[in-house]
Nanobody, 120 residues
């Protein structure tokens, strides 16, 4: 059983920064692919960033490249998403996810989500 718990969401002004964290637990979780998804009202959930367990492979959706950074600490079983230069269009519920395939493939477990609101 894999459990994922996000923290760090909140309200920030455009141009500001937030850091999301995800605490993961479960057998072998440090070898799983980890990712961050987001879902804005009326929109589909989208993969924002993903990272392999070796940290060699990462993925970012085009709209966040150069602004967001995903990282993980396998010793602590945590994954983070540093979000800089936030825009109003980044407003969404952000979800931590874990999977056993590639960083752009299907994810199997999800956290409960954390709200990020960027005011313009």
């Amino acid at each position: 059983q894999v459990q994922l718990v996000e923290s760090g969401g909140g309200l920030v002004q455009a141009g500001g920064s937030l850091r999301l964290s995800c605490a993961a637990s479960g057998r072998g979780i440090s070898t799983w692919v980890m990712g961050w998804f987001r879902q804005a009202p009326g929109k589909d959930r989208e993969l924002v960033a993903g990272i392999s367990w070796t940290v060699v492979n990462t993925y970012y959706t085009d709209s966040v490249k150069g602004r967001f950074t995903i990282s993980r600490d396998n010793a602590k079983n945590t994954v983070a998403l540093q979000m800089n230069s936030l825009k109003s269009e980044d407003t969404a519920v952000y979800y931590c996810a874990a999977g056993r395939r590639g960083v752009r493939d299907r994810y199997d477990y999800w956290g409960q989500g954390t709200q990020v609101t960027v005011s313009s």
